[in-house]
């Protein structure tokens, strides 16, 4: 059964820095792999996606990679803001027809002023 | 275009009751997703569908049912409310297994 882990759990930095954020797959078999933004009471809010034969992808401030070989994908932020501040989570999916989703529990980001 | 839209946004729910969660998306996907969200956890897969008549169980599907009859909606059926299904529910859409998956705004239902 896949399993997500996402390192750290929580982070607070100040506003400026360049900040990394992780996640590992118990299963490195990912076939598409999908970060999310979820603000408090709210939906999520895809940022990236890296498609089963990419293993990179850029959006602004926001890159993100995988490493298939580990099952291990990072998210760099570049200069965060006090509006970066939000859960970030990332989700794999194995492959197959179903496209089926495997969550983390997230990372819960504060950029402070 | 509206995107993925789920009503209601809130419901409290009495032990034993039930109610249907409704889930509609306008982009035309083929795939449709109902999740759940418990407090400081991930998201759990309870149904999804890969199209109109077809459906299959998640990770987490006792309690609950799905139909889809059509390519837009995708409804969420609780027979007999537990205090268990407390939680945020999120239904998701996209066209395929090559792209991003769309939520909507979830609904928050409490039993008690």
């Known amino acids: 059964k896949q399993e997500v882990t996402q390192i750290p759990a929580a982070l607070s930095v100040p506003e400026g820095e360049n900040l990394v954020l992780n996640c590992s797959f118990t299963?490195?078999?990912?076939?598409?792999l999908q970060w999310f933004r979820q603000d408090p009471g709210k939906g999520l809010t895809s940022l990236l996606l890296i498609q089963s034969s990419q293993r990179e992808q850029t959006s602004g401030r926001l890159n993100a990679s995988l490493d298939k070989s580990s099952g291990r994908s990072t998210l760099y932020i570049a200069a965060s803001q006090p509006g970066d501040s939000a859960t970030y989570l990332c989700a794999g999916d194995s492959g197959g027809s179903n496209y089926k989703l495997t969550f983390g529990k997230g990372t819960l980001l504060t950029v402070n002023p | 275009n509206a995107g993925v839209t789920q009503t209601p946004k809130f419901r409290i729910l009495k032990i034993g009751q039930s109610m249907t969660l409704q889930c509609t998306q306008d982009?035309?996907?083929?795939?449709m997703y109902w999740y759940r969200q418990d407090p400081g956890m991930g998201l759990k897969l309870i149904y999804y569908?890969?199209?109109?008549?077809?459906?299959d169980k998640g990770e987490v599907p006792n309690g609950y049912n799905v139909s889809r009859s059509t390519t837009e909606d995708f409804p969420l059926r609780l027979e007999l409310a537990a205090p268990s299904q407390t939680s945020v529910y999120f239904c998701a859409s996209t066209w395929d297994n090559f792209y991003e998956q769309y939520f909507g705004p979830g609904t928050r239902l409490t039993v008690t």
């Open positions: 299963d490195s078999a990912i076939y598409n």
């Open positions: 982009m035309n996907h083929n795939y």
């Open positions: 569908s890969v199209g109109a008549g077809i459906t």
